[in-house]
């Protein structure tokens, strides 16, 4: 897949700065998530080193940069989907980019709508995502992004979800691929676009 293009009709096409249409590479979009996203130890409990991506988001060049990245590529998308909660942030102008929807995966009980839902086993315990049941149409191709895929269970989860819809899943876009922890497993079916794997 060639990161190498620009968006053809879009964002240059309204006007956007160049900053926010060029995609590099994929070396140069991994050095701007390596350099930008910060490692933070013993986070949220001893032994955990969280991938921070505040600092991605604080720079401009480098959020668009990885916005266009995990945009380009696709071949028709109907709806983008982000997974609670540093997903939404990087979906939703993932969405606004590709000019289509964008439908939030959430956690238990903060839909307002009749939902759908998905439960998936934790370390300890389990945890369960659900999306309003009107929010995907059979057919439609779904492009999922998150942050971070880890050990891949809410990955799945969502999997489950869109497809019990009668979605079909185009893609998973993430900005770190953690492989070490072997997330890649839970979802083999998917195809995986990662801008930094670790």
Same mark, same amino acid.
Do not use: N, W
């Given at each position: ?17 160049? &900053? ?10 991994? =050095?701007? $998530?390596?350099? %930008? ?32 990245? !995990? =945009?380009? +590529? ?10 609670? =909660?540093?997903?939404?942030? !990087?979906?939703?102008? $993932?969405?606004?980019? *590709? ?5 939030? $995966?959430?956690?238990?009980?903060? %839909? ?9 086993? !934790? ?15 059979? +057919?439609?191709? $779904? ?8 050990? +891949?269970?809410? &990955?799945?989860?969502?999997?489950? %979800? ?12 993430? !900005?770190?691929?953690?492989?070490? %922890? ?7 079916? *998917?195809?995986?676009?990662?801008? *930094?794997?670790?």
């Amino acid at each position: 897949m060639s990161r190498t293009e620009t968006d053809p009709g879009g964002s240059a096409a309204r006007g956007a700065s160049p &900053a926010a249409t060029a995609v590099g590479s994929p070396e140069d979009i991994a =050095a701007v $998530v390596r350099r %930008l996203v910060r490692d933070v130890p013993d986070y949220p409990q001893p032994g955990v080193v969280f991938k921070d991506i505040t600092p991605l988001l604080a720079d401009a060049a480098g959020f668009a940069a990885a916005i266009a990245a !995990l =945009a380009t +590529g696709h071949e028709r998308i109907d709806k983008v989907a982000g997974i609670e =909660a540093r997903g939404f942030i !990087l979906a939703a102008p $993932v969405a606004c980019r *590709l000019g289509v929807g964008f439908v939030p $995966v959430r956690k238990l009980g903060k %839909l307002p709508g009749s939902t759908i839902a998905e439960t998936y086993q !934790l370390e300890y315990g389990t945890a369960t995502v659900e999306v309003h049941a009107d929010a995907f149409k059979p +057919g439609e191709r $779904v492009l999922v992004i998150d942050d971070v895929l880890a050990t +891949g269970g809410t &990955a799945a989860a969502t999997a489950r %979800l869109i497809r019990r819809s009668g979605a079909e899943i185009a893609s998973l876009g993430v !900005l770190i691929e953690l492989g070490v %922890l072997g997330g890649r497993a839970k979802v083999p079916d *998917l195809d995986i676009r990662s801008l *930094l794997s670790l």
